[in-house]
T-cell receptor, first 109, second 117 residues
Framework: GQNIDQPTEMTATEGAIVQINCTYQ??????LFWYQQHAGEAPTFLSY????GLEEKGRFSSFLSRSKGYSYLLLKELQMKDSASYLC??????????FGPGTRLSVLP | DTAVSQTPKYLVTQMGNDKSIKCEQN?????MYWYKQDSKKFLKIMFS???????INETVPNRFSPKSPDKAHLNLHINSLELGDSAVYFC????????????????FGPGTRLTVL
């Protein structure tokens, strides 16, 4: 099976940088997704990593290390609207997706 | 201009009843999915459906059955509802992988909050 772990909650200050970690155990996967989910809303796509390394998209970056079974999402210049849950998910070759438990991020003024 | 829509948004029903949730996507995507998000916010895939190929998560009870009248619709029918079925159900869709599309980002519907009394 596949096991994914994320911190349950994190708190950060507006304007700061926060790193949300995702560790996993799996025998193989195509890539790793990050989704954002605001309370009471649907998840929305943030990023995808298939190769090791950093993918940058504006204020958000995502990193993957397959050898270490580890990914992180980096959020820069935090804004109040970034308060949400962040879900990492393993992509099993487009046939199945396994989501982590999510990290609830609170951004304080 | 909704990409993935679901109805109803809220569904409250009694144990033992049968209910359906409808999902439609106007993105022209090839694959549709159903997810269950429980009270602890775990998002778990239930089904994926692509060109009439149904992939079922083996942990899903057979009281749950997806029905796809066409490529743009994937409805979820639930028989003999139980208390543990209370959750938010999300429909999603994605385009197939292709040489210029290395991943299949999923677009989620707004969710249906099911409460079984």
């Amino acid at each position: 099976g596949q096991n994914i772990d994320q911190p349950t909650e994190m708190t950060a200050t507006e304007g700061a940088i926060v790193q949300i970690n995702c560790t996993y155990q799996t025998s193989g996967f195509n890539g790793l997704f990050w989704y954002q989910q605001h309370a009471g809303e649907a998840p929305t796509f943030l990023s995808y990593n298939v190769l090791d390394g950093l993918e940058e998209k504006g204020r958000f970056s995502s990193f993957l290390s397959r050898s270490k079974g580890y990914s992180y999402l980096l959020l820069k210049e935090l804004q109040m609207k970034d308060s949400a849950s962040y879900l990492c998910a393993l992509d099993n070759y487009g046939q199945n997706f396994v989501f982590g438990p999510g990290t609830r991020l609170s951004v304080l003024p | 201009d909704t990409a993935v829509s679901q109805t109803p948004k809220y569904l409250v029903t009694q144990m033992g009843n049968d209910k359906s949730i409808k999902c439609e996507q106007n993105l022209g995507h090839d694959t549709m999915y159903w997810y269950k998000q429980d009270s602890k916010k775990f998002l778990k895939i239930m089904f994926s459906y692509n060109n009439k190929e149904l992939i079922i998560n083996e942990t899903v009870p057979n009281r749950f059955s997806p029905k796809s009248p066409d490529k743009a619709h994937l409805n979820l029918h639930i028989n003999s509802l139980e208390l543990g079925d209370s959750a938010v159900y999300f429909c999603a869709s994605s385009q197939d992988l292709f040489w210029d599309r290395p991943y299949n980002e999923q677009f989620f519907g707004p969710g249906t909050r099911l409460t079984v009394l």
